[in-house]
């Protein structure tokens, strides 16, 4: 297991390419420190580095530029995805960002309908404003996604699974109408991280993540990702990362190496949990419907075992009745707690519809499939008979309405 990787130079070659998904997560990127031997990359606390001459130097030269605690989290990141070059951003929003900014005046993109508030709000309302257009589809369906192509088209964006209503789309599918179309696919892979779902090794361009969610794994970091295997586009989004500066501190990615180290064994957890959660859901006579690609019942869930390790650890569901029912279950919850983001060990509950998906006119959330009474878990690693009562008693709770918070 040898290559030249200590080298700042270049693609990354992982000396641990030809290992399992959990070997590489622990040691992709993260050699011991040459200086002391430590196991655990340090946290490099400067921001610039003595040079012998001008530009002669140990390959790191500024800290915005190049870091080396980033740098390991680069390469670790892009040794789980099977990339050969990896990207860390301040935010999984500025890795987005770093994406389009690729693109030119004229330009245009074609995504899926069903995806994170935060990327429609910054596609709308602020790439708009430099003349780059997107057209949202239904990307289940290649044949809206082909005839939503023009000769203007430079991206397809996808989320898989999708958010809220996790969706799944055919990677690869895409992938080959990317291909005869001279365009390039980029997946979100933020829900099924590089444990569930390698993009790159199905045919995907560009992969993102928030690392934030899954890869931290703890609500403690904010953090984004992108990986490539594809020279032009990491040298493109290598100058933007350097040039507009959006980059993550040494502690965040610390934060970050130190969660990926777990991530397999934390999402085996999750998405255990999640399959149990979703199976007794489907079956509860107050619950109008569920979203999880690990259900047979499920519209894609042939594609979720085929394209997917396991069905992640998302579930979007309905409660019979109202809205405001499905806001008394939400503050009856006592595990579960009301709160933004997705991904910790912690289990989460939100409302799409005023939290994450609010920058989504109703109308556009609507006609993508998301209800207004749609509620969203995060399943944590807790016991999963535990999270499965706070549930039952919350749906309880939620039929009387004086119910109020729980206690």
Known sequence: MCSDSNSTKGPFEDPFANCGPATRAIHSGQEPDPATGAIMTPVYLTSTYVQEGPDDHKGFDYARTIHPTRLALERNLAGMENGKYGLCFASGSAASSAVIQTLSQGDHVVSCNDLYGGTYRMFTKVYTRFGISFSFVNATDIGEVDKAITDKTKLLWIETPSNPMLQIIDIRALAKLAQERGIKLCVDNTFATPFLQQPLEMGADIVVHSTTKYLGGHSDVVGGAVVTNDAETYEQVKFLQNGVGAVPGPLDCFLVLRGTKTLPIRMERHCSNALQIARKLLEHPE??????????????????????????????????????????????????????SLGGVESLVGHPATMTHASIPREERIKAGLADGLIRLSVGIEDEKDLMADIEQAIAKSLDPKAGVAA
């Open 287 to 340: 619950i109008e419907r569920v979203h999880y690609p690990g259900l047979p019942t499920h519209p894609q869930y042939d594609l979720a075992k085929a394209q997917m390790r396991l069905a992640g650890g998302m579930i979007s569901f309905e409660l019979k009745g109202d809205l405001d029912r499905a806001i008394r279950f939400m503050k009856s919850m006592k595990i579960f707690s009301l709160a933004e």
